[in-house]
């Protein structure tokens, strides 16, 4: 991969595998590792940071795995410091663990402030320089092409501009092709950033840092940038970085990364590419965007950000009844972009600030079609506004807000009966040292086309049994329902000075591993608000389901 010197392209490099996987909370298994990095490769990345071989031992699979199941376009690059001091890169064994990796690209960080060479390497600013060219000289000597990261740049450059760019001719000199300025304590803002971008770049093209010794006289020194967020400012710095002339934007899926985290390049990629006219990835590449961002999120097993700008489940989301109007008549209103463009989908949410145009449009993602002259209409809107004042939240609950629509429409399907339920929990008396866990049963009675069922289950706690109970009770008659599972559960005190007798949200996530769907129940009884998320979860999924074997059914006919 050469690098392409158009104005208007800019090379990705993304470190989620390194320094995102450095994120407080955030454990990757070297599987983990490879269906990211596949991830990444279908979504267009030109440069994928694998790890530092070497640093540990999954990290050296890694790089050997990909070798068994080759990216398709992306080039996977290896990581390392320069060469530690007093001796030489070829006698290094840190440096032969990075050629074992087998990649044409390595980069090298080394340190630009002298602070941290004094402070921190504990050695020469002599030494320091040396260590920097020795490295990327033996690197290059060894067929491998290096990008070098100037760790600490901003801040070294603002207490000693003239040492630091000597680091940057020693890498210059030695070879480096690309040149990341490293903004790793995430402290500088945009401004500054424009600014030494602009000082650097002018010091480079004005021969102020010589380029006379460069081992490959055809390639032209590119610059990069790499910002973290410990000032909220990593993608808004790394825009500013751009537009003096840098063309490899360092980042992170979501964000991830060390204290605040690394610039994100689900915002950066777009804004690059939709409001600069940068050329990123494709633009079919870019409608992947959302759900490679929520598909690496599942991966790290954390929460997806809901309102993460473009990409969040609410970045197109609209609640307000005078917003919601307008953008059903042009949703440039209030939208700055289509959100098809990033894989995203408009929203229309249901709350107690909604109006009439919040229920239509509702209605219509839900394939229920609605005339405003409906008095219907009014009467979903005011039974909305009431439960939403009693405590339910329909912006969270989707489904349970659809079934709300099909009973007020008379078009909601009754596929089991609820005849009574109890709960019975034993907890014992367990020290600190002996792991003890309450004991629930629960006994249900369903009604089913006109038959009783009384059904009893066992579970680690009462809903627990409870969800298990019921599913036992229908199965027989729903076989789809052994599909389901629930996915997230969400308790929320809404009167807490009401003390033990305060009103309980509950919020039930189910899925039956293509779809997922949310549910409400509200009351002061924990288990009767469970209860009624839990069945209205069930009852939607067996809509879904019907819903979809209809339409294969007529798919066949």
Excluded at 235 to 247: D, K, Q, S, T
Aim: charged share 25%; aromatic share 8%.
């Amino acid at each position: 991969m050469t690098p392409d010197t158009s104005s208007q392209k800019i090379w990705i490099y993304d470190t989620t595998l390194r320094d995102g996987a450095q994120r407080e909370g955030l454990s990757l298994s070297l599987e983990d590792k490879l269906r990211i990095a596949h991830q990444l490769d279908r979504l267009g990345i030109p440069f994928i940071e694998g790890g530092w071989p070497g640093a540990n031992p999954k990290d050296v699979q890694f790089f050997w795995k990909l070798k068994e199941e080759p990216l398709i376009q992306a080039e996977v690059v290896a990581f390392c410091s320069t060469r530690r001091p007093g001796t030489t890169a070829a006698e290094d064994s840190m440096l032969q663990a990075i050629l074992a990796a087998g990649t044409r690209w390595v980069t090298i960080f080394g340190k630009s402030w002298d602070m941290h060479v004094t402070e921190s390497l504990k050695t020469s600013l002599e030494e320091n320089l040396a260590m920097i060219g020795d490295t990327i000289e033996y690197l290059r000597s060894q067929g491998r092409r290096v990008i070098y990261d100037a760790e600490h740049w901003f801040d070294g450059y603002k207490h000693n501009p003239a040492y630091a760019l000597k680091t940057l001719e020693s890498a210059i000199a030695a070879g480096a092709e690309w040149l990341v300025f490293c903004d790793t304590n995430g402290g500088t803002l945009p401004h500054e950033i424009a600014q030494i971008v602009r000082d650097v770049a002018s010091a480079i093209v004005d021969g102020d840092i010589s380029q006379s010794k460069i081992q490959n006289p055809k390639s032209k020194i590119q610059l990069g940038i790499h910002t973290h967020n410990d000032s909220d400012t990593a993608v808004a710095n790394a825009l500013a970085a751009v537009m003096e002339g840098v063309r490899m934007v360092q980042g992170t899926i979501n964000g991830y990364g060390e204290r605040c985290g690394n610039a994100n390049l689900c915002s950066l990629i777009p804004n690059l590419q939709l409001k600069l006219g940068y050329s990123c990835i494709k633009d079919e590449q870019l409608k992947q965007l959302t759900q490679a961002s929520r598909f690496i999120s599942e991966i790290a097993n954390l929460a997806p950000d809901e309102h993460a700008a473009f990409v969040g489940l609410s970045a197109f989301a609209h609640k307000g009844g005078i917003h919601v109007s307008a953008v059903e008549r042009n949703p440039l209103t209030y939208e700055h972009l289509e959100p098809e463009q990033v894989g995203n989908r408009r929203r229309i949410v249901i709350s107690d600030q909604a109006g009439l145009s919040n229920v239509l449009a509702k209605a219509r993602s839900f394939g229920i079609d609605l005339d405003k002259q409906n008095p219907t209409c009014r009467q979903i809107l005011q039974r909305l506004k009431k439960l939403e004042n009693e405590g339910y939240q329909f912006e969270a609950a989707e489904a349970s807000f659809d079934l709300l629509m099909r009973e007020a429409l008379g078009q909601r399907q009754q596929f089991f009966e609820l005849k009574g339920f109890r709960v019975h929990c034993d907890i014992v008396a367990c020290d600190r040292e002996k792991d003890c866990l309450p004991y629930a049963l629960a006994t249900i009675k369903v009604s089913v086309n006109g038959k009783d069922i009384l059904e009893a289950a066992e579970g680690n706690g009462p809903v627990a049994a409870l969800d298990a109970s019921l599913r036992k009770a229908l199965v027989n008659f729903y076989p789809a329902i052994a599909e389901f599972y629930l996915t997230d559960y969400k308790v929320r005190i809404l009167n807490g000075d009401s003390g033990t007798a305060a009103k309980t949200r509950v919020l039930i996530e189910s899925s039956n591993g293509h779809q997922r769907w949310t549910t409400v129940g509200v009351s002061t009884n924990i288990l009767e608000a469970s209860y009624q998320a839990v069945v209205e979860g069930l009852e939607y999924g067996l809509l879904l389901h019907s819903a979809a074997k209809a339409s294969s059914l007529g798919a066949r006919g």
